[in-house]
């Protein structure tokens, strides 16, 4: 079975690619950039922005979105991560969270796959806290201020990959698609 | 001359409207939700969604965007200022201006008009600073923490809107309409 990957992300689709193997599905990469509506929930932007792009797309299709949410930020920074990261980064983060005690966050990445007709959604969460400094030189993003476990995800490597919030997204993803096929 | 404003808040519309009367502009409110995309350039954002809009709507009409950007954030919280607001807070602003010295930031509103075939933009900027604490309880948003001549726009009350960026946006564009008459 083979199943396009849209995303501007080479990272993303070789990780894709490479648990697709494992479900004997083929991930093909489709590198684009599409419009994301701004919204509070992420399940709801992912949705959205494929049935956008099913207007476009007639085969079927799915794209990721992720991101962290902190429960004593009342979710911040969520499905923004990424313009939070580029203007305060982990130093803002870590000064948000300055005395306070609930540490608590997740990672979630949704997937929305166009099956050719619906657009169904698939989610992954990691559960760890933040760190009270940056560790760890591996990864990007929010990484080295994410703990799992005891260590950063940047301190982890390559097993941050094995429990990874986008992993679990894929693998729902894949286990849907390899049921579909009995 | 009529031209339609499209928001979801009463508010706006008001202010619009009375600050169209002095230009001899009749404002009507179409009272909508729409899709805003993601983006890091508010222009281009209010662009992108009034560019939407018009597949809709075929007739005049104009939406207005807003957010506070605080260069040495790096512009944050910028187009997602409302999000921002919802979960850290301006107590969050300023935790995040803790010891940060440069305390320069502004107001900016932009129109995005379509005219019935092509989509121009109107901007309007208030110039200010961050507060060292909430001060004023008029106003909404970021306006108890943003000082401009030494008082809050939660201090200044009704002052507050004639100097408002959204005022200024909405002027370029009544004057703008008012050239387009002659």
């Known amino acids: 079975m ?3 990957f849209v995303t501007s992300n080479e990272g993303k689709y070789r990780e894709a690619k490479y648990i697709g193997e494992r479900y004997g599905i083929e991930v093909e990469w489709l590198r684009k950039e599409y419009l994301e509506p701004q919204g509070n929930d992420l399940k709801e932007i ?3 922005s494929a049935e956008i792009l099913a207007e476009k797309i007639k ?3 799915f794209i990721e979105d992720s991101g962290l ?6 979710g911040f920074p969520g499905p923004y991560s990424s313009f939070v ?13 300055d005395g306070i005690e609930d ?7 949704v997937i929305a796959f166009f099956d050719g007709k619906n657009v169904l959604t698939f989610e992954g969460r990691v559960d760890g806290k933040i760190a009270t400094e940056i560790r760890g030189d591996k990864g990007f993003g929010f990484d080295p201020i994410f703990e799992y476990d005891g260590k950063t995800f940047a301190e982890m490597g390559d097993k941050k990959n094995e429990v990874s919030h986008r992993r679990r997204a894929l693998e729902a993803l894949f286990s849907y698609l390899n049921k579909l096929k009995i």
Chains 1, 2 share one sequence.
């Open 2 to 4: 083979k199943v396009t």
């Open 46 to 48: 992912a949705k959205k």
């Open 59 to 61: 085969k079927p299709f």
């Open 69 to 74: 949410f902190i429960p004593a930020l009342r």
């Open 85 to 97: 990261f580029k203007t305060i980064g982990n130093e803002g983060i870590l000064k948000l969270m």
């Open 103 to 109: 540490r608590r966050a997740y990672f979630l990445a």
